[in-house]
């Protein structure tokens, strides 16, 4: 069980890998990058995935063990720490455009592997302290209304046209993130609003609006300790950050489609409404986010205890392949597109998501 737990403890790897970046020049910059899109999808070519699950009784373990949440929690201190390191390091006179181009992407996968994924982790427990720190890792990428949506609209309404972060088929990538970012941002505008008159409070009690003024008294303040070259350095940071959450969104659902009840309704969610993946590496990354069928089936289930589903959907790859493979559309499509016809005609998926054409 120990090792189970200590295993979780080498993606906090990525911030040594991260802060030596941040304080040396030339290829090693660029160490944390291909680690993680490189080493690892390379790696997970010829690693099986594990598609072993725990049973009841060491589930119960997994579950009451703190030593999986003390893991997330020193994440923040951790992100905040290397963040400021990374501001600081971008003050450097001599520093070239191949160094900062390499610093910014590294701090990047910083803001997306840590600053949104643990903080979806976090979103999801019911514990006010933890949900803080949820907020808190949000803040390092400027996406506190993910907190929101994800939580009171992505879960509700995914695999369906209301879904924003839901793919339609025959979308690419490229065009997903224009519509999943804007479409996140208003439908938590639309949340938030619904919420604050639903509770009677005033305006300035919208939750939307003060996660927007936090980020705008964050961002003012990195602009005047460090500088506005450092701040938009930051902003390009945390979009890199912003554009990987959207990808593994899109490789979670393409395509995939919940059924529609006779009421207008949809059926509940579950494992074949999304696409997982048991390649090792990339789920050790990612807090188990890879497990991402049983995630949806059950969303107030802790990472290590996330199941395998046998009539889930498998991505052809880990996570990290995965998100390379759908940066080229046409090869994403041509494997993608024959994956899901396979499962729908042996019976494990139901109708895709109607094409952007469909859709609008």
């Known amino acids: 069980m120990r090792w189970r737990a200590a295993k979780y403890l080498s993606p906090l790897l990525i911030f040594l890998a991260a802060a030596h970046s941040f304080s040396t020049t030339g290829i090693w910059v660029w160490l944390p990058v291909v680690y993680a899109f490189v080493l690892i999808p390379l790696a997970e070519l010829f690693w099986r995935p594990d598609e072993r699950n725990p049973d009841a009784a060491e589930e119960a373990v997994l579950r009451k063990d703190r030593v999986y949440d003390v893991w997330l929690y020193l994440v923040v201190p951790l992100q905040y720490l290397l963040l400021f390191r990374f501001l600081h390091s971008m003050q450097q006179s001599d520093i070239s455009p191949v160094n900062i181009l390499g610093r910014v992407l590294t701090m990047g996968l910083l803001c997306g592997i840590f600053g949104i994924n643990v903080a979806h982790e976090l979103g999801h427990r019911r514990s006010g302290f933890e949900r803080l720190l949820a907020k808190s890792l949000l803040l390092t990428s400027m996406y506190m209304h993910f907190y929101i949506e994800h939580n009171r609209g992505h879960h509700k309404y995914v695999g369906t046209p209301q879904d924003p972060s839901s793919a339609p088929l025959h979308q690419s990538l490229y065009r997903f993130w224009w519509r999943s970012i804007t479409g996140v941002y208003r439908k938590a505008w639309t949340i938030a609003s619904a919420e604050q008159k639903r509770k009677g409070r005033r305006w300035y009690q919208n939750e939307m609006l003060h996660y927007q003024l936090v980020q705008v008294l964050f961002l003012v303040s990195i602009v005047l300790v460090f500088g506005r070259f450092v701040a938009v350095c930051f902003l390009f940071a945390a979009l890199i950050g912003i554009l990987l959450l959207e990808t593994v969104n899109y490789i979670e659902h393409y395509g995939l ?21 048991n390649h090792i590496l990339g789920r050790i990354m990612l807090f188990e986010l890879s497990r991402h069928s049983d995630h949806h089936y059950l969303a107030s289930k802790k990472y290590q205890t996330l199941r395998h589903h046998a009539h889930a959907p498998q991505l052809p790859a880990g996570y990290p392949g995965s998100m390379l493979l759908a940066m080229l559309p046409p090869l994403w499509f041509y494997i993608m597109n024959r994956r899901i016809e396979r499962y729908r005609n042996e019976g494990l998926i139901g109708s895709t998501m109607p094409t952007p054409d469909e859709l609008y």
């Open 257 to 277: 489609r919940r059924r529609e009840t006779r009421d207008g309704s949809y059926e509940r969610a579950l494992p074949e409404h999304s696409w997982n993946s």
